[in-house]
Structures are given as C-alpha cells and as structure tokens.
C-alpha cells in the first residue's frame, strides 16, 4: 500500500511530466482577435454589390443562346452556359461584366456581355453588441441607426449609447468605421440620425469599441457561407 508521501511525490512527478511534454497545468488564456485596420472613412456612395439571393440578366451579344436569366447563388455564384459557375458575390455590374466577357473570350470572338440587376434580396443590416435582441434587421425602406437598434430590441443597461460604432464597406471594399452618437438624438439634444445603407453593420459597445473588430469577425464567420466569406475577407482586409 502506499504512502501519502509516495502518492504525492508520483503526484508531483506526473505533472512535471506534463509540462516536460508541453501540456500546462492550467488552461491557456483565449487568444485575443487581431484588431482590423479599418479605412479611411469616405461618404462617396458605393457601387451596388450583388449578394446571394439576387437575381440578374445576363445578356450576351450575338450569342443569345448563352442569354439567361439567373440568380446569385447561397455560395455567391452563378451558373453561365459554356463557362460554368462563376463567382457574383460582392461584384459590381461593371465588375462582373468583366469578368463574364474574360471567361467567354476564350470561345467567343469579341464577346459582349451587359448584366442587368433584377429583383434582389433582403436588404437588411447587421446590428450587435449592447442590445436586447442582436442580429439581422430587415429594412423596409430608409433606415437610420438609432431604428435600426429600436429594431434590435433597443439598448441594454450597460450600452454606451454615445460611441455606437457603425462599420461600412468602401467603393472599393474595404471596411470603414465611424463612431456616431446615438444619445443625443434620444435625449432631444439633436435630430441629425445617420442614414444606413444594405449591410451596414452597427455595433453598441459596452467597454471598448475596440471589440467591434472581435464582432465583425464572429458574425461573418457565422453567417456568410465560407466561398463567399474567403472572397469577402480578401476584399476587405487586405
């Protein structure tokens, strides 16, 4: 039988052990998200994107068997005859032109291809942090940022109402952040409200705006099916 001496000494030599094979003690502290470097922030008005669920015409001169009418895709793209499938997401209408006339030139002569935007999805925002009910909020006509988070259940206690964060994609993609005041407008102190645009994403911080970086990089990693995500990641932040 052995001793509370020996228990202990074959105690200690199995954590030494451990550690001598790289495995703590203890748990590793959470690695911290690295901070987005956000752009410059611009009020230019930004081409139209396509997302998934928009749908388009595709009109390709003097080959109108290869006209269609199609629609972007859950994975952001679409299907074209002789070429396949082809990535729309987060494309202009001159972007996406481009591209289809690139792909077709290599069995069409001269290719001349016009893409019409057709019905399109939901446009919706993208509201988190202090608020009672965090996620998408549809927008059924012009939306500014303090409906939108009345639309997200409104903020908590702990809700810095007078750093709201707002993050926008640039013309050229490219994330953008602007802090606003929403306090203000609520205590009657002023009735400037900043007008949102699809997809803006409204943070409500409760310490640091700095963790707004960590929410952008939660939700789209949750929410934006990952072809589209690697596509929407290489626009954004590099």
Do not use: C
């Not at 390709?60 to 990535?87: F, H, K, W, Y």
């Not at 209408?93 to 481009?98: A, F, G, M, N």
């Not at 990089?217 to 290489?234: A, D, G, H, K, R």
């Amino acid at each position: 039988m052995l001793s509370r001496r020996s228990l202990l000494t074959l105690s200690l030599g199995a954590v030494g052990a451990l550690a001598l094979r790289g495995v703590p003690a203890k748990a590793d502290k959470p690695v911290k998200a690295n901070e987005i470097a956000f752009a410059k922030w611009t009020d230019e008005e930004p081409l139209y994107l396509f997302y998934p669920g928009d749908k388009l015409e595709i009109n390709v001169s003097g080959a109108p068997e290869l006209s269609r009418q199609t629609q972007v895709g859950p994975d952001g793209r679409i299907t074209l005859g002789l070429i396949g499938q082809m990535m729309a997401a987060f494309k202009s209408v001159p972007e996406l032109q481009d591209d289809i006339e690139k792909a077709y030139a290599n069995v069409l002569r001269d290719p001349e291809v016009t893409v019409y935007p057709g019905e399109t999805a939901p446009m919706r925002v993208l509201v988190g942090g202090e608020v009672k009910n965090a996620g998408w909020v549809d927008m059924t006509g012009d939306m500014d940022a303090l409906q939108a988070v009345m639309a997200a259940g409104g903020f908590t206690h702990g809700a810095k109402t007078h750093q709201v964060v707002l993050i926008r994609r640039s013309r050229d993609g490219h994330a953008m952040r602007r802090i606003i005041d929403l306090q203000k407008p609520l205590s009657g102190q002023s009735d400037r409200l900043e007008a949102l645009r699809r997809f803006d994403i409204i943070y409500v911080p409760r310490t640091n705006i700095a963790e707004a970086g960590v929410f952008v990089e939660q939700w789209i990693n949750n929410l934006i099916p990952s072809p589209v995500l690697n596509y929407f990641t290489y626009r954004t932040f590099n």
